[in-house]
């Protein structure tokens, strides 16, 4: 018979599965950036698995890229560090302290930079 796995190591994720979920989600971020990108002031790229976010006017880039090592997606922007970690409740990277997903939070980021609410 197997050995159980304990029930905190059964939430563990692996490294592929980490790998296959933040390409997703920065895969999304991207597509919505792009698509808000016509309606607001900034650019997006993505690029080697990183994705940056810049603004002209203040100017200002914000970072989003995936740490493997930690399993977490992390963002800089303003001038700060997030951390999100995968929430299978959401399914979707969570900011822990605002319950808020990956898009939402840069949703939010991005309307503070600008001044005004951002839909992504």
Do not use: C
């Amino acid at each position: 018979m197997p050995k159980a796995i304990p029930f905190a190591m059964s939430k563990i994720m692996d490294d592929q599965l980490f790998r296959d979920r933040a390409d997703t989600a920065l895969g999304d971020l991207f597509r919505r950036l792009s698509a808000a990108s016509d309606r607001y002031p900034f650019e997006a790229d993505f690029n080697s698995g990183a994705l940056a976010i810049e603004f002209e006017d203040p100017p200002a880039k914000f970072v989003v890229s995936p740490n493997s090592p930690v399993r977490q997606i992390w963002v800089s922007a303003h001038s700060r560090s997030f951390k999100l970690d995968w929430d299978d409740a959401h399914e979707a990277f969570v900011l822990a302290a605002s319950k808020q997903t990956l898009v939402e939070m840069i949703g939010e980021a991005i309307g503070k930079q600008l001044g005004e609410t951002v839909s992504l």
